[in-house]
């Protein structure tokens, strides 16, 4: 199944929303490749900071898959490695260029010439680097977008070769830089040529989530891991947080001074604060989306309503209409697949808060929300954010 499929995909998340508690380790089928040979990630952990890793793009670059196959061993041994963190762990990415041994899938398309970026396109059909008839048209490519949709990870590591190196695209400078000193490689935030469509440009750049490309050299798959197991595990434990000399609420502060209105969301910290003139005027209990998949970034209140209904009909929009609580505040942010917009609203159930408990939007208890949502005109900015590096604690609360 592609991203194409809106509606199965929200079915899928709220499967993996109702199995996510109890399963620590399972196996996720992601769609089929041209061939129909299936491709699969194992889920391992149930923490709330996820790690996308993806091997075998290629099927001439092999060595991802023994490098991963090895991750997935180790963090079965070492299950400390992921309290609080969920690896999700593709090894083969490209299963019909494995078994061929070639670069392209089955129809001689460039997976990583085929995500739908600005800049896609450019190599002729038959050429080394063709990124296919349209954007994302191929199933392995559609593959990989399903895993951003359902398990909305925080940072992404794929595996190519052979150019020696930790490439990175997005905001990954940090993550790059620790995983480069663990196994000593080049740091290289460019490989020195065009790269039209790939997924780098596509998850880094334009999603803004943090993607390395750690380019193996040449040599046994055995000194590749060695070299490499502690480049990984840095990456599954790495947090942005932790390697930051800013604090997530003076920085939300920052960004509220001279602003009438403001609100800031901590994903990490499940909280919202709500400040007006410039003051902190609360901080409330949240849930975020199942995943991660809460967007991040600057924001607006695009609507406003109160006891907001969803048209009936579609049984998913029954379902969302009841859970709603009795306030919303609707931003200008939609799912970049689905076009579900997201935004900020009150629940009758607060035993969901606290937890990544959403399709995406902020809950939080309706009398919190009707504490303040008269005075959110449509235009306030939001700031959702996923850092919780406070310096100390939220002052109180005034103005």
């Known amino acids: 199944m592609g991203p194409g499929a809106p509606e199965n995909a929200l079915a899928r998340q709220e499967l993996l929303q109702g199995n996510q508690r109890e399963a620590w380790d399972e196996t996720v089928c992601l769609g089929c490749s041209v061939e129909g040979r299936p491709i699969s990630a194992t889920r391992l952990g149930t923490g709330p900071e996820v790690t996308l890793f993806l091997g075998v793009v290629h099927g001439d670059e092999p060595a991802g898959e023994r ?74 490519t559609q593959a990989i977008m399903e895993a951003l949709v359902l398990f909305r990870p925080a940072k992404i590591v794929t595996i190519h070769a052979p150019l020696h190196s930790v490439n990175y695209d997005g905001p990954a400078e940090g993550l790059a830089a620790a995983m480069s000193e ?46 490499n197991r502690e480049a990984l595990v840095e990456a599954l434990v790495y947090s942005r947080s932790q390697h930051s000399q800013s604090s997530t609420y003076y920085t939300f502060a920052a960004e509220a001074a001279g602003r009438k209105r403001f609100i800031a969301v901590d994903k990490a910290g499940y909280s919202l604060y709500w400040f007006r003139n410039g003051k902190l005027a609360g901080r409330f209990d949240v849930a975020t989306g199942i995943c991660g998949c809460t967007p991040e ?24 209409s009841t859970e709603l609580g009795d306030y919303w505040l609707g931003l200008d942010v939609r799912h970049h697949i689905t076009g579900v917009q997201f935004g900020i609203h009150g629940t009758d ?16 208890c309706n009398q919190d929300l009707k504490t303040f949502y008269d005075d ?18 939220v002052p109180e609360t005034g103005g």
């Open 67 to 140: 490098l991963l196959g090895n991750l997935v061993e180790l963090l079965r041994k070492k299950r400390e490695l992921l309290k609080g963190r969920t690896a999700v762990i593709l090894p083969i990415v490209n299963p019909d260029g494995l078994a061929r041994r070639g670069r392209t899938n089955a129809r001689g398309v460039d997976i990583n010439r085929s995500f739908p970026t600005e800049d896609w396109g450019g190599e002729p059909a038959g050429s080394r680097y063709w990124g296919g008839r349209k954007p994302g048209s191929e199933p392995e």
């Open 182 to 227: 663990k196994n000593r490689y080049p740091l290289a935030p460019d490989i020195g040529y065009p790269t039209p469509g790939s997924f780098g440009t596509y998850a880094g750049k334009e999603l803004k989530i943090p993607t390395i490309t750690l380019e193996l050299p040449d040599g046994p798959p055995e000194r590749l891991w060695l070299a």
């Open 376 to 393: 959110v005109p449509v235009g306030t900015e939001v700031w959702i954010f996923r850092e919780a590096d406070l310096a100390g604690p």
């Open 349 to 364: 159930q607060p035993e969901s808060v606290g937890s990544q408990s959403s399709r995406g939007c902020v809950r939080l």
């Open 297 to 320: 970034g600057h924001f607006r209140v695009s609507d406003r309503e109160a006891n907001r209904r969803l048209p009936s009909g579609k049984l998913l929009e029954q379902r969302l």
